[in-house]
Structure formats: structure tokens, C-alpha cells
């Protein structure tokens, strides 16, 4: 079997969407299951779609390409660049917007397919990613007004995204101003807005208290799927976390100082490292790197393995308080954060087993 490896369940993971999809669906919610983690694996892909979610998620057009026979609504999450407007109209049948000009790029193609194009108008509560800033409120009616006279445009709704560049928090608090600001379009201009867009994995945290505003009808999950994290990537209740492993082989042990001998200048990557005196310990080196992924991204299940860095093929393992003798040629098994599983899935060095 080759090495690194990747072992990906789609069992657990087709069980995790079923249980977000029926939590989801219990409370009018409709889900977009968030495929970008996965690289366009198809087989995974399939796990999300039995699992019952209802309109398949993409942030790149490319993906969603090749899920294009599928017969399942498709997503694209990324804000569409004006330059893809005819693909992203081809392939799929909602996108994220937030320019009023890359718009009408996507409502002149969906004329040339004759095709009704959806959009769902991002507002910004915060983060400060994509969308229209929830205070500026002349430029969101004047969004919707010009969205409005598109022929080839449904305007299917508004969204937002929290918890991903600032680190906001999706509270009652602020969802609720996405509320407010449907309820003003809805009025302005006698429209029935269909979908209120409540952002990810991380506002699955207001069930608990029923804190989610009844309006919302509709999540985005990605992490929850795919790992069964959700806010700040705890764990939630009743999902598998252990969907994905990730396996190394060990190419060296040697005991070594814990101090590098000599003068100490930058590391490949340019930067001064800082090392602690622990005096002589046992070391293994794995064949993986920062080229498929960030040593912060893993941990080992083994929990008295500690990683101390990476170069971009070798991951540096200390090994010495373990209970294993670990051996050339051994495997070592790592757990990965859902940032992790992006770069492994992308790595085309990383041998990908799907059970
Ligand atoms: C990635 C992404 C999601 C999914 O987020 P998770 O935290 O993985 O659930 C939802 N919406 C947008 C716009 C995204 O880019």
C-alpha cells in the first residue's frame, strides 16, 4: 500500500449528513452540503448526496464541473469572478454575489443559455469577508433594486458567512439583522425573499438553545459533514470525528540533541526557529511534509507522540515518551483539522483510500 495515506470513511460521513440533514430539516432548514474539502472526489461526493442534502456546494467552479451529472441544485460558494460568468452559469444553478457588474455578466450568459439563474446576495454581519457591510444599507437596496431588473436573474435571496476570516461568532444577535434586513427588502420593493442564508457549520451551535431565528431556512455545512466540528471545530454532539486518518511511514529514528549544533540561521521556510533544551531525545522523521500539510494541522492518536515541525518532505516526530518502539518502516496515524484535510486532499503525494 503506498504512503502517505489518507483514509477517508465515507460510511461515517454519509451518517454525519444524515443527521445534520434530519437536525436541519426539522427546523425548516434546508442544507447545502459543502463539498470543498474534497477535491472533487466523487465517491465522497455521493456520500453527501445519500445523506440527504439538498443542494450540493462548491467554492470552485471546477468541482462542480465534474459533479455536472448529477441531478441535485449545485452551489457555487466562492463570490464568481466576472471572467467564469459563462461556466458558472453552465454548471450550476445558485452562486454567492456581492457585485452588482459580475451580476449582470451571470444574467447575460444565463440569456445566451436560456436558463433562470439564481443568486443569493451576500450581506456582511461582521467577518468581514464577502458581501455588502450590514450597515450600508443604501447599497444593498440599491443592489436588490438593480438585481430586480435583470430578466435572467432570480433574486433567490440573502446570506451570510461568519466565523471564517474575523472569527465572528453567529449569535441571535447578529442573524437577526439579516432578519431585519429581509423583512426591509421584502417591504421596499413587495417581493417574497425565499431564502435566508445562515452561514456554516458554525451556527449549528444556536440549536441548542433555540437561538436561531425561525427565518433562517437555509445553512451551508462543510465541517460538520466532513469531520463533525462545528464553532471553533468542537466537536458536535451525536457526529463521527473520526472520519479521516491520516497514516505516514517512518523513515528514520535516531536519539538527537534537542538544540541544533552551530550558528542558527532562518529554516527553509525563512524563518528563525526556537528550539527548548529537553537534552537527548528519540526522534522519528515521517515521509510527509509541509508540502501536503501544516504540522498544526495533525495530531498524532497516539498521544504521547509530539510533532515538533516539518520541512516540506519531512515531518519531525519526538517518540520518546511513547509506549511503542517505533521502527523504520512503522506507521504512524495522525488526525487532521478540517484546514489539514484541505491540503492533504489537494495533495496530489497523498495516496487517498476511501472506504
Ligand atoms: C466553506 C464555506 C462554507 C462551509 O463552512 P463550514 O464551516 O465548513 O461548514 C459555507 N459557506 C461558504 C461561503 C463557504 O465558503
Known amino acids: 500500500m503506498p504512503f502517505p495515506m489518507l483514509e477517508i470513511n465515507t460510511h461515517k460521513i454519509r451518517e454525519n449528513t444524515k443527521i445534520m440533514v434530519n437536525e436541519c430539516h426539522k427546523r425548516g432548514i434546508e442544507v447545502a452540503g459543502v463539498s470543498k474539502v474534497f477535491s472533487g472526489n466523487r465517491k465522497i461526493i455521493e456520500a453527501l448526496i445519500d445523506g440527504g442534502i439538498d443542494i450540493l456546494a462548491d467554492s470552485r467552479i471546477e468541482n462542480l464541473i465534474r459533479y455536472r451529472n448529477y441531478n441535485i441544485p449545485k452551489m457555487l460558494l466562492r463570490i464568481p469572478m466576472k471572467s467564469q460568468a459563462k461556466m458558472v452559469v453552465k454548471y450550476s444553478d445558485i452562486a454567492l454575489v456581492s457585485e452588482i457588474q459580475t451580476i449582470k455578466e451571470l444574467d ?79 417591504k421596499t420593493f413587495n417581493i417574497d425573499i425565499k431564502t435566508i442564508s445562515g452561514g456554516n457549520s458554525g451556527t449549528i451551535s444556536l440549536f441548542k438553545n433555540n437561538d436561531i431565528p425561525k427565518e433562517i431556512n437555509q445553512l451551508r455545512l462543510g465541517a460538520s459533514l466532513a469531520l463533525g466540528i462545528g464553532l471553533n471545530d468542537e466537536p458536535i454532539e451525536g457526529l463521527h470525528n473520526d472520519t479521516v486518518k491520516l497514516i505516514a511511514e517512518i523513515v528514520e529514528v535516531k536519539k538527537k540533541p534537542s538544540v541544533p549544533v552551530g550558528e542558527i540561521g532562518l529554516d527553509a521556510f525563512g524563518r528563525k526557529p526556537f528550539f527548548e533544551d529537553k537534552g537527548i531525545r528519540k526522534r522519528a522523521i515521517c515521509a510527509i511534509g509541509k508540502q501536503d500539510i501544516n504540522p498544526e494541522h495533525l495530531s498524532p492518536y497516539d498521544n504521547k507522540i509530539t510533532v515538533l515541525g516539518a520541512s516540506s518532505d519531512h515531518l519531525i516526530l519526538d517518540i520518546t515518551e511513547s509506549d511503542e518502539n517505533y521502527k523504520v518502516g512503522d506507521k504512524v496515524e495522525f488526525k487532521v483539522t478540517y484546514g489539514g484535510l484541505l491540503s492533504l486532499m489537494t495533495s496530489k503525494y497523498v495516496y487517498k483510500k476511501i472506504i
Not at 154 to 173: A, K, R
Not at 176 to 184: C, P, R, W
Open 108 to 186: 447575460k450568459y444565463a440569456m445566451k443559455e436560456n436558463k433562470i439563474y439564481k443568486v443569493i446576495l451576500m450581506i456582511d454581519l461582521g467577518d468581514l469577508r464577502e458581501g455588502i457591510f450590514f450597515k450600508n444599507e443604501t447599497e444593498i437596496l440599491d443592489a436588490v433594486e438593480e438585481i430586480l431588473e435583470l430578466n435572467w436573474i432570480e433574486f433567490y435571496g440573502i446570506g451570510t458567512n461568519l466565523s471564517c476570516y474575523g472569527g465572528v461568532i453567529p449569535t441571535n444577535d447578529n442573524l437577526s439583522k439579516l432578519v431585519e434586513i429581509k423583512k426591509k427588502l421584502e
